[in-house]
Antibody, heavy 120, light 105 residues
Framework: QVQLQESGPGLVKPSETLSLTCTVS??????????WSWIRQPPGKGLEWIGY???????NYNPSLKSRVTISVDTSKNQFSLKLSSVTAADTAVYYC????????????WGQGTLVTVSS | EIVLTQSPGTLSLSPGERATLSCRAS???????LAWYQQKPGQAPRLLIY???SRATGIPDRFSGSGSGTDFTLTISRLEPEDFAVYYC??????FGQGTKVEIK
């Protein structure tokens, strides 16, 4: 079964760039039936979709974050990555990667999530 | 942007009772594009229902989804101890409801 695992620094300074990687196992990011997404959840709050990438490299971002977000894919490593620039304390959250199914845009499975704190 | 509003915010019930959770959309949503998730503390969300009424792999049949248009419902027929959690609905615009917490009464 497909599993996703996030990795990256847990602490980022304000104004710097948050960088995370999601490694996919048990399946391929090159599968044509799925998008590969990033979703975040501030502590004690709800879920916010950040964006997705297709294996071809095409992307779609949340308009509220679009100016700061870059998602990329490395099919040779079976990974996709998130960069969020100019971070502030408001970007402190658990960041999840997830697979999105074409058939109805649902997310399954999810990675376990990684907490990123923005603080000096 | 379609806004999803979940109600109630918190549902206090006892094990064995029936839970009915509501998700209302600000505009009509295709049933194919409505999903429900369960999230327990410290864990990632888990897909329960997709396409408004189809159970995801491994989800017990006490979970069921229904609805169309702007009104959708997640029903847990008899609450088990492991069902006490937060539940989110989500639509194809990749927006989520704010969640309903099902807590032990």
């Amino acid at each position: 079964q497909v599993q996703l695992q996030e990795s990256g620094p847990g602490l980022v300074k304000p104004s710097e760039t948050l960088s995370l990687t999601c490694t996919v196992s048990g399946g391929s990011v090159s599968s044509g039936s799925y998008y590969w997404s990033w979703i975040r959840q501030p502590p004690g709050k709800g879920l916010e979709w950040i964006g997705y990438i297709y294996y071809s490299g095409s992307t779609n971002y949340n308009p509220s974050l679009k100016s700061r977000v870059t998602i990329s894919v490395d099919t040779s490593k079976n990974q996709f990555s998130l960069k969020l620039s100019s971070v502030t304390a408001a970007d402190t959250a658990v960041y999840y990667c997830a697979r999105e199914d074409f058939r109805g845009d649902w997310f399954d499975p999810w990675g376990q999530g990684t907490l990123v704190t923005v603080s000096s | 942007e379609i806004v999803l509003t979940q109600s109630p915010g918190t549902l206090s019930l006892s094990p064995g009772e029936r839970a009915t959770l509501s998700c209302r959309a600000s505009q009509s949503v295709s049933s194919s594009y409505l999903a429900w998730y369960q999230q327990k503390p410290g864990q990632a969300p888990r897909l329960l229902i997709y396409g408004a009424s189809s159970r995801a792999t491994g989800i017990p049949d006490r979970f069921s989804g229904s609805g169309s248009g702007t009104d959708f419902t997640l029903t847990i027929s008899r609450l088990e101890p492991e069902d006490f959690a937060v539940y989110y609905c989500q639509q194809s615009g990749r927006t989520f409801g704010q969640g309903t917490k099902v807590e032990i009464k």
